[in-house]
């Protein structure tokens, strides 16, 4: 990945011009501003001050990204809906969703691996996803959603704590924990979950720091 350190070359731009105040371009570290200058694939433009990243080159990334979280809200809700995993303990045969495990792991006195499993496997994810609907549907109309900034800060806040690793090493603890009580038999939600997986991955290679392009995109 080649590294673009061009913005010093050009002056400074005028403030009375209008179209190059619009290609304007902050550090979000250290507020240096820079003239925004079009960059090839897979370029990066960082901050010669603080070497933070401006910005690269993924035009309209966003306008991508509606149809990922709209699949993955569905695949969520059908994961949690349905039975995760069929147990059969001596004859007897239960099933149980996610929250129903959660539910079993606090009941059992696990209550940091239920905390943790609830965390990574349904609080943070959804969180994510409910925040980027919040951003993606009004952005799709070409409408500025209320708390804008907020929010974006708020996805990148949570991102760490949604990482798909830790969203399997979730589900891992939960089945390896009921599989020592009963026979475990997949559910219809494993598949969906496993789905999950395959989308929340796509989604989460998005950076959400792409999102700031569309304040350039749509003035208020
Ligand atoms: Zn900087």
Known sequence: MSEARRDDARPQPQPQDPAALARLVACEYCDAVYQREPLADGERALCLRCGGQLYR????????????????????????????????????????????????????????VAMLVFATTIL?????????????????????????????RGIRQTRPWGMIEVFMIGVLVTLVKLSTMAQVLPGVALWSFGAL?????????????NLWDYLDEEPR
């Open 124 to 152: 943070f994810p959804l969180t994510e996803m409910l925040m980027m609907l919040y951003l993606l549907v009004p952005m799709a109309r070409h409408r500025m959603p209320a708390g804008f900034e907020r929010i974006v």
């Open 57 to 112: 080159e993924s035009t309209r990334a966003y306008a991508r990204l509606l149809p990922l979280v709209l699949a993955a809200l569905i695949l969520f809700a059908v994961s949690n809906a349905y039975p995760i995993v069929e147990m059969d303990l001596k004859g007897v045969r239960t099933e149980t969703t996610l929250w129903g495990a959660v539910r079993a792991l606090y009941a059992d006195h696990m209550e940091l």
């Open 197 to 209: 997986v395959v989308v929340l991955a796509a989604m989460l290679s998005f950076d959400p720091r």
